[in-house]
Every structure is written in structure tokens, then in C-alpha cells.
T-cell receptor, first 116, second 115 residues
Framework: DTEVTQTPKHLVMGMTNKKSLKCEQH?????MYWYKQKAKKPPELMFV???????INESVPSRFSPECPNSSLLNLHLHALQPEDSALYLC???????????????FGPGTRLTVL | AQKITQTQPGMFVQEKEAVTLDCTYD???????LFWYKQPSSGEMIFLIY??????QNATEGRYSLNFQKARKSANLVISASQLGDSAMYFC????????????FGAGTRLTVKP
């Protein structure tokens, strides 16, 4: 299984809602990532998890809360978002981050989030 | 600071012809990896090809090849025999040997294949 899955594919939420994005991989990867991608822009890194521990938080606002309950799952909890948070949210996974820069990241299909 | 530059916002190519997408980078690190990803309109990032900074030979994967010129700090993607399905956004990216090891992307090039 060389697939990263993400649910839901589309999400529309109001600014007062609480929702969660889910990502799952079964490739035995120990590093997982969240990216945010605005239209016509490259993905921007948000969070990196290594062995279920948060290793990088790229100064992301606290209204985004990541969680890695086990080595296969990665969640992104959303609360009190703003319309400018509307974007494509991509999850990725790779082998251990300490094994060097030589491992590609496998991306999921993304969740298209719209905040009203 | 590490920087990745893709100078071609958009490119057109005739079906069955070859096309080169440019990527240059700036880093003082000696150990790094260079990647190309394809992103169709559906949104998924599809890994195409990888080149390590210590690899002496250019990487090839089917119709994709990477023209790696380390001294010039360039890693251009060559797509041979273009197909209509190649129309997509293409991102050049780098990873470095450091804690975090996160991927940094260039701005992207939108390739359109004409029939």
C-alpha cells in the first residue's frame, strides 16, 4: 500500500465551527506532514511529526491544532478559522526524517477547505 | 537561506515534443535532495523524480529526466514525448540534511500540452 488517504475531500465550515481533517498512511513511515496550499501557490509547510512527536511547527496560528494518535494517523483540528484559511490542505508522509534528505514525501489528495 | 527558483510561470509544448522546466536553487548545504512533483487540477502532488546532491549521474524515470548541474545549482526537469495528460503544475523541491528535513517548494510552472 503506497497510498496516503485524506478525509474529507471537501469541507465547508463557518468561523465558529470545530472540525477535523484526517490523514492515514500504511507504508510504515514515521514522519508525517501537514501543508497548506493557496490557489496558484506552492505548498507551505505547517507541521512535521516524527515518531508521533511534533518536531516542527512553522509558526502556525493556534486555531490549527495537529494531533498524531499513532504512527499511521495524523489529524488537524480546526477551530475559529478565518476566511483567509480557505485553502487545500495536504498531508504527506516519508521515512524517518533522520535518514537524510533522500526520501521522497508521498502526498495525499488533499482536503479543500472553505471557511465562510 | 535556502531558496528555490522556478522562473517559468507557464510553458506550452506541442504533443509528442520534449520540454524542459527550469529550476535553480541556492544553498550552502552539501547534502540535499532535489525532487520534482506534478500537481494536476485534482490537487494531489505526484512524485516524479529524485536527484541526490552526491549523485554523479542524472536521474531518469521513464519519460522524465533530471538535468543536474551542481556547479550551476540547477536541476531542470526534461519531459520527453509530451502527452496531453502531462498538462499540470510542476514543482521543484528540496530537502536538506537537518532536523525536520522538511520539503521546500519553488513557485511552480504550469505546463500546457497542445494537441
Amino acid at each position: 500500500d503506497t497510498e496516503v488517504t485524506q478525509t474529507p475531500k471537501h469541507l465547508v465550515m463557518g468561523m465558529t465551527n470545530k472540525k477535523s481533517l484526517k490523514c492515514e498512511q500504511h507504508m510504515g513511515h514515521r514522519a508525517m506532514y501537514w501543508y497548506k496550499q493557496k490557489a496558484k501557490k506552492p505548498p507551505e509547510l505547517m507541521f512535521v511529526y516524527s515518531y508521533e512527536k511534533l518536531s516542527i511547527n512553522e509558526s502556525v496560528p493556534s486555531r490549527f491544532s495537529p494531533e498524531c494518535p499513532n504512527s499511521s494517523l495524523l489529524n488537524l483540528h480546526l477551530h475559529a478559522l478565518q476566511p483567509e484559511d480557505s485553502a487545500l490542505y495536504l498531508c504527506a508522509s516519508s521515512q524517518e526524517i533522520t535518514s537524510g534528505p533522500y526520501n521522497e514525501q508521498f502526498f495525499g489528495p488533499g482536503t479543500r477547505l472553505t471557511v465562510l | 537561506a535556502q531558496k528555490i527558483t522556478q522562473t517559468q510561470p507557464g510553458m506550452f509544448v506541442q504533443e509528442k515534443e520534449a520540454v524542459t522546466l527550469d529550476c535553480t536553487y541556492d544553498t550552502s548545504d552539501q547534502s540535499y535532495g532535489l525532487f520534482w512533483y506534478k500537481q494536476p487540477s485534482s490537487g494531489e502532488m505526484i512524485f516524479l523524480i529524485y536527484q541526490g546532491s552526491y549523485d554523479e549521474q542524472n536521474a531518469t524515470e521513464g519519460r522524465y529526466s533530471l538535468n543536474f548541474q551542481k556547479a550551476r545549482k540547477s536541476a531542470n526537469l526534461v519531459i520527453s514525448a509530451s502527452q496531453l495528460g502531462d498538462s499540470a503544475m510542476y514543482f521543484c523541491a528540496m530537502r536538506f540534511l537537518k532536523i525536520g528535513n522538511d520539503m521546500r517548494f519553488g513557485a511552480g510552472t504550469r505546463l500546457t500540452v497542445k494537441p
